[in-house]
């Protein structure tokens, strides 16, 4: 029940794929008011908005180096580890701005430490901190969250995503290994460099959402799916043997012996992509969304959807858990 | 982001079929001390809750015809009227209690002025009141709305619920006409004793939560649905020809263009029940939730399952799209 009858001031900071697309976005809503742009790539600086993300036409915004005055509400997407992106959130929050980050590490912050830190950080300057996007962010913790409401009693819950890598941007299919041999599949599982951020975030989230105190977390595990057949996409083959993309999962049991299941497949060539929730509970909820929700698109919706939500919520660290969600026309 | 260490102590106000399932769930929530259970009826006053919800044991609360004490929350379940049950919910308010409550006309108060009149009765007197359910109150509203923060755009919403009414309790088969003749269910109709209630409540909160002003709202239809072979419940039987149930339609569209589509098929012998919300957006989100959310089960789930939501919620009259929900252990 609420209703803008003025528009939010907003500055994007960071303006790489999914900045850009926020923008986009930020720039279409009547309701926004696009003030500042930061960006600390030389080649962006000093250029207008527009030009940078490709509008097809000025949007009378500069990419600063750094943020000018202060908006009302920042939205950050420059980094996935909290260590890295924790003193940009920080300066914007003692600006007195509120926050939406992408930050995956930011959905949930597992150190406790790091927590109780950004909590007060954000309290003591009253504002809202908070991070979001597709997964982490809803698909695998607002989501089954908010359709586990309808139980009296659960036992499971199993999430399932399988996403089609095929038509999505050229890093994401670089980055879940698509076209690797399975040796350096391996290799770059054990560096590190492939793997989906988010999913112990969201079990957290999931968990702490439904008062669950988490006695085990099983590890992820992150195994190559195979070609099965020769694989085309507009940036790489990928021929039969070799890898599509990758499959991971996780999964926890609460001390009360309730079980949280969480699997991802991201691959090039998916022939069923769907995001699936299965809550074995008394009743059982069984949700299916067929095609899946859009990674790219979803995630930048999330962000500027969630602006008016953060406004009227009580400041301090938020999680997607703690404010109600929804379109904003 | 919260754990309850106490218990919360919550009161039932109505014993009908709805408050007796929201007792017997009270009473298995390690969080929640049950402390008073309130009902007008002659045949339950004085009588312990066990005996009188068929717990098969004594629950050590006897039933009184007015609420006793000052309980923290109190569930109410007395009516879908507004104007009925309105003096109820401000005693409760009065009496410093916050208040959830099952009367379908609560779960969006369409009269403008009732809604102002309980938003500050109920922040006078520093207490959340709440309206929720599974329809209204989550399958047409609630659920799409959160859905929807996944779309940078959309035109159009469509929800559609089909229910099976076989196994479900026999005044709701009553309720929606089974085993009428077709003059009969006309005339039940026209007289507003078979309608499905909450249709506009829902479509109000939508549009709400995203911002939309109504420019129109097409009349609901009630139809019959006919049974196509005979059908045995437990309770009755219908022939084939006979009204099986109702298929009852309510349309909008916002100033801005965007069309609300809710359909809801409640009828004994339902061979595919199941909720389906399509949103047209950028991206599409089509979601399906198997055999449908259970409603006997879910709606005193969604009651008890936003006591501790609507704790840490703002003082006022809130509908679902002010909380946040999900399971609580």
């Known amino acids: 029940?609420?209703?803008?009858?003025?528009?939010?001031?907003?500055?994007?900071?960071?303006?790489?794929?999914?900045?850009?697309?926020?923008?986009?976005?930020?720039?279409?809503?009547?309701?926004?008011?696009?003030?500042?742009?930061?960006d600390n790539d030389p080649g962006k600086v000093g250029?207008?908005?527009g030009e940078v993300i490709g509008l097809g036409r000025l949007a009378g915004i500069t990419v600063t180096p750094e943020l000018v005055g202060r908006p009302e509400v920042v939205c950050h997407s420059t980094g996935s580890h909290l260590i890295a992106v924790e003193p940009q959130l920080r300066a914007l929050m003692e600006r007195g701005c509120h926050v939406i980050s992408t930050c995956?590490?930011?959905?949930?912050?597992?150190?406790?430490?790091?927590?109780e830190s950004l909590q007060l950080a954000a309290r003591s300057h009253g504002v809202a901190l908070l991070g979001t996007g597709v997964n982490p962010g809803f698909v695998m913790d607002k989501l089954p969250l908010t359709l586990s409401a309808a139980c009296q009693t659960?036992?499971?819950?199993?999430?399932?995503?399988?996403?089609?890598?095929?038509?999505?941007?050229?890093?994401l299919q670089r980055k879940i290994g698509a076209g690797l041999s399975r040796e350096r599949f391996s290799t770059a599982v054990a560096d590190g460099s492939i793997r989906h951020m988010g999913l112990r975030e969201s079990l957290t989230m999931l968990?702490?959402?439904?008062?669950?105190?988490?006695?085990r977390i099983a590890d992820e595990t992150v195994e190559p799916v195979l070609a099965q057949e020769r694989v085309l996409t507009d940036f790489l083959t990928v021929e039969p043997g070799e890898v599509a993309g990758l499959r991971q999962t996780m999964?926890?049991?609460?001390?009360?012996?309730?079980?949280?299941?969480?699997?991802?497949?991201?691959?090039?060539?998916?022939?069923d992509p769907a995001d699936t929730i299965e809550?074995?509970?008394?009743?059982?909820?069984?949700?299916t969304i067929r095609s899946g929700i859009h990674g790219d698109h979803a995630t930048a919706a999330m962000v500027v959807n969630a602006i008016p939500r953060i406004l009227t919520a009580r400041p301090g660290l938020l999680s997607m858990d703690d404010i109600a969600v929804g379109f904003r026309e």
Do not use: C
């Open 104 to 115: 995956e590490e930011l959905s949930f912050p597992l150190d406790a430490a790091i927590r």
């Open 154 to 171: 659960l036992t499971a819950i199993d999430v399932r995503r399988v996403v089609n890598a095929s038509l999505r941007r050229e890093p």
């Open 251 to 271: 999964t926890a049991t609460s001390t009360t012996g309730v079980e949280l299941r969480f699997e991802i497949q991201v691959y090039v060539g998916a022939k």
């Open 279 to 287: 809550i074995h509970g008394l009743p059982d909820v069984s949700a």
């Open 207 to 215: 968990a702490n959402g439904m008062g669950l105190e988490l006695a």
């Open 47 to 49: 250029h207008d908005v």
């Open 1 to 38: 029940m609420h209703h803008h009858m003025q528009t939010i001031a907003v500055a994007q900071y960071g303006i790489g794929p999914i900045g850009a697309e926020i923008l986009r976005l930020m720039l279409e809503k009547p309701w926004i008011t696009v003030v500042g742009a930061v």
